[in-house]
């Protein structure tokens, strides 16, 4: 706890009491996901492994947790023109509907090659999309151009204190439901899910460990851990399409002081994960979220006999273009 008052004093970032309080904001709109455990999975990690599932949150992913409390903590003023935000899908949906349950308007930029079963999740919630090239600075020009128009409040997808705070109240579920855990894992992209986490469970369990993990072709977290400073991802290739951003100013001073470590995976690992867990547990969760999993694939940590908590942050995936899927016949 002493660690974490230092890091409150000396960045003037989040306390899990606030956490707490996004917890208690967000309940009436948030689902409390079920914590799954698979006989199968334990026996080919060899360990006992808690899935945290968010794939079955609201959108189909952790997002909601953060959008939502950004929304609901605006003020009336603030909130008159609606919200915008940048998004290649999961946030921009969760931002969607939070803005509809508040009944403003959302402004979503999203990047063309975005995948269209999280564009179409927009559009079903309401949110007026602008498409733009998929890179940061069109995304971020872009919603400038955006905000100058309509005067919208921007809600970062995750370097924003009450979107970090909404995601971390998924870790406050989880040692609550799960005491006593030897290590929470999350996959990382622009780091809210995991400053979040980190946070919370560096509060609650000063003893367990938090590691991250992360494509190795969008290691820019790994890389800027190591640097000590943000490295921005440029050019990710991955199919973890939910990792592709960089981290931020206010998640990285939160990520280096909290977390053990980040691991990268493979492709082949990512997607080895993504299929166990849908043909073994029977819970359908994206590319991004079988990240983590994939840490147990490549066998890169000693995690074996510990009792892990792993956060599946999402389960948007197209069931017309599974990743395994090769020359399918066309049905007549």
């Known amino acids: 706890m002493d660690r974490l008052n230092e890091m409150d004093r000396l960045m003037g970032t989040l306390t899990v009491e606030e956490i707490h309080q996004a917890a208690e904001r967000i309940r009436p709109f948030a689902h409390r996901t079920p914590v799954f455990t698979c006989k199968s999975l334990n026996e080919r990690t060899q360990a006992d492994i ?36 940048h998004s290649s899908g999961n946030h921009a949906q969760a931002l969607a509907l939070a803005a509809r349950l508040r009944g403003i308007p959302a402004y979503i930029v999203m990047p063309r090659t975005a995948p269209q079963v999280k564009v179409a999740g927009v559009a079903g919630y309401g949110g007026q999309i602008t498409f733009c090239e998929p890179t940061l600075e069109a995304r971020e020009t872009t919603l400038e151009d955006v905000v100058q128009r309509t005067g919208a409040t921007i809600v970062h997808p995750y370097n924003d204190l009450r979107v970090i705070a909404g995601q971390g109240t998924a870790a406050l579920e989880l040692m609550e439901q799960v005491p006593d855990l030897d290590v929470v894992m999350t996959p990382v992209g622009g780091g809210g899910l995991l400053s979040g986490t980190a946070i919370a469970v560096s509060a609650l369990s000063p003893r367990t460990r938090i590691i991250a993990a992360e494509p190795e072709g969008a290691d820019d977290a790994y890389r800027s851990l190591l640097a000590g400073r943000i490295l921005p991802s440029v050019y990710p290739q991955t199919i973890a399409d ?22 990268t995976v493979s492709e082949d690992a990512i997607l080895s994960a993504m299929r166990f867990t849908w043909e073994r547990t029977k819970l359908i969760i994206e590319p991004s979220a079988a990240v983590p999993l994939a840490v147990f694939w490549e066998a890169k940590v000693d995690l074996i006999g510990l009792r892990i908590g792993v956060i599946l942050s999402g389960g948007n995936v197209s069931l017309d273009q599974l990743p395994w899927q090769i020359d399918r016949p066309t049905l007549s």
């Open 50 to 85: 808690y899935l945290k599932a968010e794939n079955l949150q609201k959108v189909g992913a952790f997002k909601f947790r953060g959008a939502c409390n950004a929304v609901l903590s605006l003020l009336p003023e603030e909130a008159e023109c609606g919200v915008a935000t």
């Open 242 to 263: 939910g990792l592709l951003t960089s981290l931020g100013t206010l998640t990285f001073p939160i990520i280096q002081e909290l977390v053990e470590q980040i691991v």
